[in-house]
């Protein structure tokens, strides 16, 4: 169990998604550009090829992401979030707002 401190803590956005590929070598992987409403996009890596084998698909969505991770090097490319998902019988999801949300909006 965490604390109500310890949860408040992880900083989780909106985040738009403006591009999305294929990482090269993987078949899990996706490169993302995404902006938060901050003066540049961030790149994001994230496991979920085998969800959306047409990245395209992504372009144009809105997602929730954790922004406050350190960024971390995923096969020589760094991610500066994580993009949050379900886990449905193996395969990840992303999680969407309902409504359109500008990016950068706090979730609470």
Do not use: C, H, W
């Not at 989780?12 to 550009?33: M, P, Q, T």
């Not at 901050?38 to 809105?62: D, H, N």
């Amino acid at each position: 169990m965490i604390n109500i401190e310890d949860f408040v803590r992880v900083e989780i956005k909106i985040g738009k998604i403006i591009s999305a590929e294929k990482v090269e070598g993987s078949e899990k992987l996706l490169k993302l550009s995404v902006d938060f409403a901050e003066a540049s996009p961030r790149q994001v890596i994230s496991g979920i090829a085998k969800s959306y084998p047409e990245p395209e698909v992504l372009v144009g969505r809105s997602a929730s992401f954790v922004t406050n991770l350190e960024p971390r090097k995923i096969m020589d490319l760094e991610s500066q979030a994580m993009i949050m998902a379900a886990d449905n019988d193996g395969m990840p999801v992303i999680l969407t707002p309902e409504k359109e949300v500008s990016p950068g909006s706090s979730v609470k």
